[in-house]
């Protein structure tokens, strides 16, 4: 994978079942961080039908992390929000990206701090999908780390490539 590249990104619930998916184009990649971003009005499909994103989107993934950071912006190139989502750490095939989507996220829209976001979806995941006590309480630990890189993430501005491309 490098800059340039088109990429799938495929979202799945914990039963395996893939909800969601998108086309994006890597920003960057390092051997520890991959970037992504996608255009305003790109399609993101899903199993209702799929919605086109309002918004700019740069997405940071990191080896080994149970969760990525998107910096959302509107196409006059406002922050209009940060959102971390707690995942199992993204898998690479080719130009395939997976992760699997524990519910449980972070959203801050500056100025205001980040809040912990969805834990009424986790809990009704945890029960679907029985996550034990430890695997709750490491996804709430995920979370609080999380809040802290919401809280003090500086945005890098509205993606270059995501400004005046099609939908991708």
Not at 7 to 30: F, I, L, N, P
Not at 55 to 65: D, I, M, P, Q, T
Not at 100 to 129: C, G, K, M, N
Request: a negative charge; proline letters at 5%.
């Amino acid at each position: 994978m490098k800059p340039g590249d088109w990429v799938q990104v495929r979202a799945y619930k914990s039963d395996g079942t893939c909800y969601r998916w998108w086309t994006a184009t890597v920003e960057t990649e390092k051997p520890d961080e991959l970037v992504i971003v996608t255009p305003p009005g790109h399609w993101i499909g899903g199993v209702d039908g799929g919605i086109t994103s309002e918004n700019a989107l740069r997405v940071f993934y990191w080896s080994g992390k149970w969760y990525s950071l998107l910096e959302a912006y509107t196409p006059s190139g406002e922050l209009a929000e940060l959102y971390v989502n707690i995942s199992s750490p993204v898998e690479i095939d080719g130009l395939v990206m997976r992760f699997t989507d524990l519910e449980l996220d972070v959203s801050r829209r500056p100025p205001d701090a980040a809040e912990l976001v969805d834990e009424d979806e986790f809990q009704e995941a945890a029960i679907e999908y029985g996550y034990s006590e430890e695997f709750q309480r490491t996804c709430y630990e995920v979370a609080r780390e999380a809040l802290d890189l919401a809280n003090r993430w500086v945005a890098r501005g509205i993606p270059a490539s995501g400004a005046n491309e099609g939908s991708a």
